[in-house]
Each structure stands twice: as structure tokens, then as C-alpha cells.
């Protein structure tokens, strides 16, 4: 497990061992590829981003990421692959699953809720650190160790 500073100020840590916390998930963060290229969305308030967010009453996690990246970017992803972890330590702290996926297809929708759709993104992450058109979600560890574990993990292929 790794502990960091995140770009609000917050202490997260991460894990890559599911279940390593004593609180249950209701939020989730899909990193989705789409024919090479990575598929984020433009959040209206936060800039780009992966897409995700909270689970609803009933849904499991896997169903949130299924459900969460087809509204925020038209992506239609069919087995979520849980990476890990990480708590956020909020006024009320949280805990957000980790998904890897691969999109099928994306499709055109006349609205994407609080985003506005698919952004395809074939760049190196390291460099978007200072670019404000990026979400403070994009700019911490956690995205860096994910990828990195997906990459470890030979998911990409």
C-alpha cells in the first residue's frame, strides 16, 4: 500500500490488494482503452478525466463501471478488470475501486449528463501535470500506479 498528498490536499492511500479496506466502495474509476487510444471524458467543471463515479442502490461495482463509462463517454465496456483500490481521507473518507477496461465501441449519444462525451487520448500522461485542461482526479498517483499496474499486469495487449 502507498500513501500520498493528492492534489487537493488530501491524504489517499492505495492499494492493490481488493478489500484491503474496512469500508466498503460506492465510487469507481474505469481506465478504458478504445482501439489504442485511452478514453477519457471532459468533465464541465473539472477538464478531462476517466470516466466513473458512484455506484447506485442495487448496482454492483462492475455494474457502476459498465453503466458510469457508457453515460460519460458513450463507451461500451463488457468486463471490467478490478486493479484496486484507494481511500480518499475527506471530510467523510471514501473509497473508490480501480478498473481497467476495454471499449467495444463508442457510441454517439445526445447527452452524457455532467460530462460532454468521449475524448480519445493517445499521449503520455507524465506531461499533463501542468496543463489545466486536465482534472485534478488526473494530476495525482493514483492514475500513475494504475498504469503502471495495468502495465505490470500485461492488460494493454
Given at each position: 500500500m502507498e500513501q500520498f498528498i493528492d492534489e487537493n490536499g488530501k491524504q489517499v492511500e492505495i492499494s492493490f490488494e481488493k478489500g484491503r479496506f474496512q469500508q466498503e466502495s460506492y465510487h469507481v474509476l474505469v481506465l478504458c482503452r478504445y482501439k489504442g487510444e485511452w478514453l477519457l471524458t471532459r468533465h464541465k467543471k473539472r477538464g478531462l478525466e476517466f470516466p466513473g463515479g458512484k455506484r447506485e442502490k442495487g448496482e454492483t461495482l462492475e455494474e457502476a463501471a459498465v453503466r458510469e463509462t457508457y453515460?460519460?463517454?458513450?463507451?461500451?465496456?463488457?468486463?471490467?478488470?478490478c486493479i484496486g483500490e484507494y481511500k480518499v481521507y475527506d471530510h467523510s473518507p471514501f473509497i473508490k475501486t480501480i478498473f481497467f477496461a476495454k471499449a467495444e465501441e463508442i457510441i454517439n449519444k445526445e447527452d452524457y449528463l455532467?460530462?460532454?462525451?468521449?475524448?480519445?487520448?493517445?499521449?503520455?500522461?507524465?506531461?499533463?501535470?501542468?496543463?489545466?485542461?486536465?482534472?485534478?482526479?488526473?494530476?495525482?498517483?493514483?492514475?500513475?500506479?494504475?498504469?503502471?499496474?495495468?502495465?505490470?499486469?500485461?492488460?494493454?495487449?
Amino acid at each position: 500500500m502507498e500513501q500520498f498528498i493528492d492534489e487537493n490536499g488530501k491524504q489517499v492511500e492505495i492499494s492493490f490488494e481488493k478489500g484491503r479496506f474496512q469500508q466498503e466502495s460506492y465510487h469507481v474509476l474505469v481506465l478504458c482503452r478504445y482501439k489504442g487510444e485511452w478514453l477519457l471524458t471532459r468533465h464541465k467543471k473539472r477538464g478531462l478525466e476517466f470516466p466513473g463515479g458512484k455506484r447506485e442502490k442495487g448496482e454492483t461495482l462492475e455494474e457502476a463501471a459498465v453503466r458510469e463509462t457508457y453515460e460519460e463517454t458513450g463507451g461500451v465496456i463488457k468486463e471490467p478488470f478490478c486493479i484496486g483500490e484507494y481511500k480518499v481521507y475527506d471530510h467523510s473518507p471514501f473509497i473508490k475501486t480501480i478498473f481497467f477496461a476495454k471499449a467495444e465501441e463508442i457510441i454517439n449519444k445526445e447527452d452524457y449528463l455532467e460530462t460532454e462525451g468521449a475524448v480519445l487520448w493517445s499521449g503520455d500522461f507524465s506531461s499533463i501535470h501542468d496543463d489545466p485542461s486536465f482534472s485534478f482526479i488526473m494530476k495525482d498517483q493514483v492514475v500513475d500506479l494504475a498504469l503502471k499496474r495495468i502495465k505490470d499486469l500485461n492488460l494493454m495487449i
